[in-house]
């Protein structure tokens, strides 16, 4: 009788002494398996708003960190250029000096990238950078510098200016598309797809004056919302407007619900000009706004 209790006594004493100690019958199994290897990692660090504006011979320093849990391998920046009229330029091709062999797992990398001087004035120079590692595995991060002219410098572009223009919402069911090429007004029937540069876009009942572009693809407009206090409408030239396009962050074909005295600038497709637009009063169901549009 006392043997059959001290040997049922035994698991529970073996329990006891598992719990007081912290083992864990788990441990060390997988001791001898490899760690699980990560992608590698590409941060941009500075400048940290990821653009840069910049004239002809000016450098920008650009700094990268790369990291990876094994061993990186290699590294390559390359740089693309695009022309205002969203033309490519240059095809990507490695920046002088920024292909490398390298073997790290942290490291931080910098351009210094001085803007050629065969780069017209508002290109777009995409910069990407990659980090490969011993697996082949690869992780990029990008930059961008947009080319401005010198101060002072004449161009090539003027604006024309128009006044006191009326566009409607699509809830009243006419004059909800802006045609600013020809300065009409009109319903889907009225203005053709590629002439929709502007659409009043309320999902009806409601009436919340955002504007989007044509619904024509690749001939759609691009958006950029900003107002008064950011952008000086009445002295705005062709610099001051790309350079508040490029360096928003409220860019797409769809803006945020529009209120008195907000712009609204516009890029037109496939071509290097743009539209601005000053709401001066919004409500009842109608938008009323002067413009200013560019042309050589």
Same mark, same amino acid.
């Given at each position: 009788?006392?043997?059959?209790?001290?040997?049922?006594?035994?698991?529970?004493?073996?329990?006891?002494?598992?719990?007081? &100690?912290?083992?864990?019958?788990?441990?060390?199994?997988?001791?001898?398996?490899?760690?699980?290897?990560?992608?590698?990692?590409?941060?941009?660090?500075?400048?940290?708003?990821?653009?840069?504006?910049?004239?002809?011979?000016?450098?920008?320093?650009?700094?990268?960190?790369?990291?990876?849990?094994?061993?990186?391998?290699?590294?390559?920046?390359?740089?693309?250029?695009?022309?205002?009229? #969203? @033309?490519?330029?240059?095809?990507?091709? &490695?920046?002088?000096?920024?292909?490398?062999?390298?073997?790290?797992?942290?490291?931080?990398?910098?351009?210094?990238?001085?803007? *050629?001087?065969?780069?017209?004035?508002?290109?777009?120079?995409?910069?990407?950078?990659?980090?490969?590692?011993?697996?082949?595995?690869?992780?990029?991060?990008?930059?961008? $510098?947009? @080319?401005?002219?010198?101060?002072?410098?004449?161009?090539?572009?003027?604006?024309?200016?128009?006044?006191?223009?009326?566009?409607? !919402?699509?809830? &009243?069911?006419?004059?909800?598309?802006?045609?600013?090429?020809?300065?009409?007004?009109?319903?889907?029937?009225? $203005? *053709?797809?590629?002439?929709?540069?502007?659409?009043?876009? !309320?999902?009806?009942?409601?009436?919340?004056?955002?504007?989007?572009?044509?619904?024509?693809?690749?001939?759609?407009?691009?958006?950029?919302? &900003?107002?008064? !206090?950011?952008?000086?409408?009445?002295?705005?030239?062709?610099?001051?407007?790309?350079?508040?396009?490029?360096?928003?962050?409220?860019? #797409? @074909?769809?803006?945020?619900?529009?209120?008195?005295?907000?712009?609204?600038?516009?890029?037109? *497709?496939?071509?290097?000009?743009?539209?601005?637009?000053?709401?001066?009063?919004?409500?009842?169901?109608?938008?009323?706004?002067?413009?200013?549009? !560019?042309?050589?």
């Amino acid at each position: 009788m006392t043997f059959r209790k001290i040997h049922s006594l035994v698991p529970l004493f073996a329990l006891l002494m598992l719990v007081l &100690t912290g083992c864990d019958p788990e441990e060390g199994k997988y001791d001898n398996e490899p760690p699980v290897d990560g992608d590698p990692q590409v941060t941009l660090i500075s400048p940290a708003n990821g653009y840069a504006l910049a004239r002809v011979g000016e450098t920008v320093d650009i700094t990268f960190e790369i990291f990876d849990n094994e061993l990186l391998t290699e590294w390559e920046a390359t740089e693309r250029w695009v022309s205002v009229s #969203g @033309v490519e330029v240059l095809a990507p091709t &490695t920046i002088p000096g920024q292909l490398a062999a390298i073997a790290t797992t942290n490291a931080e990398r910098v351009i210094s990238y001085t803007v *050629p001087s065969t780069v017209q004035v508002y290109t777009t120079i995409e910069i990407r950078a990659c980090a490969r590692d011993n697996k082949g595995k690869e992780a990029c991060a990008s930059f961008r $510098i947009n @080319v401005v002219p010198e101060q002072d410098s004449t161009t090539a572009f003027e604006l024309q200016s128009y006044t006191d223009d009326v566009l409607f !919402s699509i809830t &009243t069911g006419d004059d909800y598309n802006f045609d600013l090429i020809n300065r009409m007004v009109g319903s889907d029937l009225e $203005i *053709p797809a590629p002439n929709r540069y502007l659409r009043e876009s !309320s999902i009806p009942p409601a009436i919340d004056y955002k504007l989007t572009s044509p619904i024509n693809n690749p001939m759609d407009s691009v958006l950029v919302t &900003t107002n008064t !206090s950011l952008f000086n409408f009445e002295e705005c030239t062709y610099e001051t407007i790309y350079r508040a396009y490029v360096t928003s962050n409220r860019i #797409g @074909v769809e803006t945020d619900p529009l209120q008195a005295e907000d712009v609204v600038i516009l890029k037109l *497709p496939n071509t290097p000009h743009f539209a601005v637009f000053y709401f001066k009063s919004i409500g009842n169901g109608e938008m009323r706004f002067d413009y200013k549009y !560019s042309y050589q």
